[in-house]
Structure formats: C-alpha cells, structure tokens
C-alpha cells in the first residue's frame, strides 16, 4: 500500500474481509506491479546465455 513493501497472502485476506475485494485480485494487482517493476530495471540484469553442450561432448 504504501509501495515499501509488497503484498502478502495473509494481508489480500485481510483486505479481501475488510473489504470485500477479492484476494485473487489484490494478488493478481501485485504480481502485476512486480513483474513491471523488474521489467523496467531487465537492462541492468546481465546474464550470460546457457548453451547446452551436444551429447558427444
């Protein structure tokens, strides 16, 4: 909620009483906002490419 931390299980449950939101949608919501904000750091990632080795090796 306040972008310091992410949102757990037990709090979408939490939510999802007090309020009646459901917690598939909380948790989809913060899937979502995790996999942009990985995204938007991905150039910085290095990694090098796996390359499989043929089976005579």
Do not use: H, W
């Amino acid at each position: 909620m306040n972008a310091k931390a992410g949102l757990s299980g037990d709090m979408a449950v939490r939510f999802e009483k007090a309020f009646g939101v459901d917690m598939e949608t909380l948790m989809r919501m913060q899937n979502s906002y995790d996999i942009a904000q990985i995204r938007s750091r991905a150039k910085k990632i290095r990694v090098d490419r796996y390359e499989p080795r043929s089976a005579a090796q």
